[in-house]
């Protein structure tokens, strides 16, 4: 049985691994030109990493702030989700469980589904969740302060490094083919519509369709 010691040194390590990533989030949010203020407020509120990058991304491409809005919730709904999963095994009281909520997101899910007792499930869930927090905010105010000085997005490239930094986010949640072909039609979906609907509308529709898909596609399992 893996001991108490070893899930908080791993928590500890995945929330120093992600949550330095914050400072990449605040440099491009204040060189795309939102304020220092507006990006913490965003890291502190938001707390999800794709939604966050996906709302900077419309709204530096001209995008209106309201369609970035509801893609970073289309992105984030899958919070939901892991809510579900980790709700049994955390076995929280109404108050706490709102509490919670807001540390629900893919690392404390990983790190506290899979434990074997509730004790360590909540060990998993919480030094994850609430490290990568802490330092999300800490380094996207550092990187919102950098971004700040730097100016321009584009004089360094900083406007493409938003889809970059998406990606890079995305992408090691892709573990199965499935995921992968989901991923790339919904991808398809909105590279198709970028020339002929408004900035925004592309990634909310093709993010949806992947959605779908995601939610109707069952492999079978083979027998």
Not at 109 to 134: D, H, K, P
Request: hydrophobic share 50%; net charge positive.
């Amino acid at each position: 049985m893996t001991s108490d010691r070893s899930i908080v040194i791993d928590s500890l390590g995945v929330g120093l691994a992600t949550g330095a990533y914050g400072v990449s989030f605040g440099a491009i949010s204040t060189a795309s030109g939102l304020s220092v203020l507006q990006t913490c407020l965003i890291s502190l509120l938001v707390f999800t990493g794709a939604s966050q990058f996906a709302f900077v991304g419309i709204v530096a491409s001209g995008g209106n702030p309201l369609t970035g809005a509801l893609t970073a919730a289309l992105l984030g709904s899958r919070n939901l989700f892991y809510g579900v999963s980790m709700a049994p095994k955390l076995e929280l009281g109404p108050g706490a469980r709102l509490a919670s909520a807001h540390f629900v997101i893919d690392e404390s899910t990983a790190m506290g589904v899979t434990r074997e007792n509730r004790r360590q499930a909540r060990l998993g869930f919480y030094w994850t969740g609430i490290s990568i927090f802490v330092l999300w905010n800490l380094t996207t105010f550092i990187g919102a302060l950098a971004g700040d000085a730097i100016g321009d997005p584009r004089t360094y490239g900083l406007d493409a490094a938003v889809g970059a930094a998406f990606l890079g986010l995305l992408w090691p949640r892709l573990a199965t083919w499935t995921g992968r072909l989901v991923a790339l039609t919904g991808a398809a979906v909105a590279l198709g519509l970028v020339p002929v609907t408004s900035a925004g509308l592309p990634i909310i529709i093709g993010g949806g369709t992947a959605v779908l898909l995601g939610m109707l596609w069952r492999p079978r399992s083979r027998s």
